[in-house]
Structure formats: C-alpha cells, structure tokens
C-alpha cells in the first residue's frame, strides 16, 4: 500500500514544474514572480533603488538549567535577582499539581520575598484571556515574573510582562503585522523565569508569544527577543503528570519546530535588511547555529516521542524530550518556522466555530485541536512541497524517518525530484504511529471550509516570509499554494 501512494505522488510530482523555488505547477517563472511582489510591496512603503540582502544573523536564546528537581531552586534564584515582588502565572490544572506546588514552596522559603499568583490561564490563550492577565498584572508593581506551565502559561506572562512595562499600550500595538503594528520593543522587561510542565513548545528559550485573535478566527502573535525569559529552568520532574496525549502534542510542536526552522529560506534571502539593527526579526531564515539545534531536536524526537506514546512512564525518553524541546526552542527561536505553524493558527482558530473538535486526553469544557496536532495535520503535504527548495535538506530529514543514514543506498538512490514523494509517506507513517488524526477531514473539517483556511494563512506573514515557494511573493500565486497544500492535508 505504502509504495503505490509513493508511485502516485511520484506521478502527482511529475506534472508540476520542476522549478526550485516553488515545486508546484506554475503560471509563470518565478524571476516574473519576484519582480511583480517587488511592485506590490513597495507601493506599501516608500521607494527605494535596491533592496539590500541580510548579510547578518543574531543568536538569541534564555539561559537554560536544566535537572532533576531543578524547580525548587527557583525562589533563590528570584531572591539572587532582588525581586521586590514577583507575579506568578499558571493556569488551574497545573495549579493543583507538583511542579507549582514545589515553586510555591520555594518562594515561600526565601524571606521578604512577597508574590501573587494568577491561575485562570486559558489553555490556547486568546486576546480575551490575555487581556484578563495583563490587565490583573497592571494593578500589581511586580519587579519579576515567573511561570509555571505549558507554552501557553509561558506566553501569557511575556505578554503580561510586557504590558506592565507599556502600560498604556494596546494589544495591538505589539502584534505581528500586518494583523497588529508589529512596533518594535524599544526597551527592556521585568526578569521572567520560565518553569515548563511540558516537552512542546520550547517557549522558555524564545521571545515569540501566541494568541489566539477570536475576532478573526486565527492565531498570530508576539514576536521580540526582548519578551524571552531571562531563564528557563527545565526540570525532568515536571513533566511526569502529563496525559499520553499532551506528550504526544507537544512532542509534535518539537518534531515541526525543528523541520520548519531547518527547511527555511536561509538567512541571507530575507529581505529587506533592516535599516537599524533592532528592527532585524527574531525569525530569521536557517542559519549554522539553528540549524545545530534544530537537526539534534528532530533525531531526538523521532527516536524517543514514539516510546513516550507507548509508555509516558519512559524517564530516559521523557528527558530527552525535554531536552529536545529546548533545543528545537533555539533552533526556530532564531531560524523561524514557516508553513506548518503558519496553516496551524486557522486550522485552531476556526476549529471553535466550525467542527468544535476536542481532542481525546485534554479535561476541558471547550473545543481544542492542541497545538501540536495543528501543526501535524499538514506535515505531510508541507513538505512534499517544499522538498524541491532544498533537496538535500529534506533528504536528510527523511533518512531520520527511517532510521538510517544519508549515505544508505535506499536513501542516496532517490532523485532529487521525487524526495518530496517518500517524505510524505515517511512523515505521514510516523504520524500514523502517533495516533494523529489522518487530515482535516479527520477532525471535522469539510472541503468547503478550506478557502478559509487559506485566508486565515495569508495573514501569517511573519512565518509565510520564511516559506519556500510562498515569502517570495504575494497574492494569488500564494494562494494557489496554499490551497493546494490544504488539499492534500484534507484526507490521507
């Protein structure tokens, strides 16, 4: 069964256009492509003779601690930083288990060392639920921040951190344009201490933060290196709560973190440079450095997240995935990710008024398609069509699906040009061997519901810029992609 879907993707391959940039049927050769996105964007901006390329890269990331039992060192690390008062964020299920209760105590073991905690954390942040915590952070002189959670405890408090310090700000002024102004953070925050109670989303290394706007039925977000923590402490007891499921959804975010950040335009073809050095992204393009966390992140991944599925007891596998996570934080946090995370904040975000999916092992009384299986819906078909910007890069990802080498006879055989075919499958098997539902389709969305999708994409171009075959260029031709992209994400 496996090689005849294999022999037709390879067929599927053949009738699109072998064109490096884009790996799709084309209208037109991408130097047409490129010139006329040139024409579109600069009638947004003011003129210029040339566009000059990036010639630069930053490495940015939190100190990491990482340990067994690490967590109850987070008090003196707080009294260490002379913090006068410290806001606490954790949301009402990790509020009742170990990890807070040992950061609590750890607190309440220092002297004159005056916290508040705030546990009402929405799983999925949206703007409602941020704008509850920024606001309950305001009336509070906090000095530090800490966080005791997932990547959503995590992202609410930078963003609450960061509206302390603007206290006269608006959401929007700081969210990603073009959804938000996208202004740039022009001074420093308050310390904040990040304490991870799951192996995903990497949150305690980076300056990106995640929200979903329900107004528009999408995710976007926050993205500076001054929102990252000044420290993450990344303890192997906090994950050892954590349902089957949640381990395997975060465990999904590391695998895509890693692959999207490796197979990003590289840094040197984002343009425009920025006029002034604080304007340059957190996302930048793959780079030597990312690239170094990103690779170890996904052989770490696919060789220990399919023992967490079948035993989340594993402590080696459970360690190595935070481990993992971390790395992939560094690795993205200054790389970026592209189409999988930018297709992931619709397919969320509309999930609350369309199919109202709520996947299996998360206790909650609303919707949720978890982040991480957002993310994998489109996995398959994401990088089948990006394969032929870089086929040696995806070759190199498909030998870790197969647990081999990128010297192996049955990996060195496989043209270029049909990688993209066996990555599917590969990636698409590991999935399968997850429990991940099999497409859109799976988890409730009709053929109908994908011009949507596609418009709740486009929006996403501060991860769409770093797309191969879609940043070049704007309009319909990305589109296209898109569209083709999500159909053959539907069902599989």
Known sequence: MASRRVISRLMAATQQSACPCHGCATTGHHPHHQAAAMNQLRSFATPVETVQKEYAFEVAA????????????????????????????TDPIVAKLTPMKTALASL??????????????????????????IAWARKHDFTHFLAVGGGSVIDTAKAANLFTVFKDADLMDYINAPIGKGT???????????????????????????????????KTGI?????????????????????????ISAGLDVLFHSMESYTAIPYTERMPRPANPILRPAYQGSNPVADIFSMWALQTTVKYLPRIAKNRDDYEARKQMLLAASFAGIGFGNAGVHLCHGMSYPISGLNKKGPKYKHPGYMLDHPIVPHGVSVALTGPAVFQFTSPSSPDRHRQALAIFENTTITDPSITRIPDREIGAYLYE???????????????????????????LVEGTLPQRRVLDLAPGIGDFAGEDG?????KILENSFEY
């Open 108 to 133: 309440e073991s220092q002297t004159d060392l005056p916290f508040e905690v705030y546990d009402q954390v929405l799983a999925e942040p949206t703007e409602d639920s941020w704008r509850s915590a």
């Open 184 to 218: 740039a953070v022009d001074r420093p925050l308050r310390p904040l201490i990040a304490v991870p109670t799951t192996a995903g989303t990497g949150s305690e290394t980076t300056g990106a933060a995640i929200v979903d706007i329900t107004s528009r039925s999408f």
């Open 62 to 89: 939190s100190n990491l601690r990482f340990g067994d039992g690490v967590t109850a060192e987070v008090g003196m690390d707080l009294k260490n930083m002379k913090a006068r008062k410290v806001g606490v964020f």
């Open 426 to 452: 590969s990636i698409a098997r590991f999935l399968d061997g997850l429990g991940v539902p099999r497409g859109l389709k799976a988890i409730g969305y009709k053929k109908d519901d994908l011009g949507m």
């Open 479 to 483: 589109r296209e992609h898109l569209t």
């Open 223 to 247: 993205a500076s290196r001054a929102l990252k923590p000044v420290l993450g402490i990344v303890d192997t007891q906090n994950t050892e709560s954590c349902p089957t499921e949640v381990h």
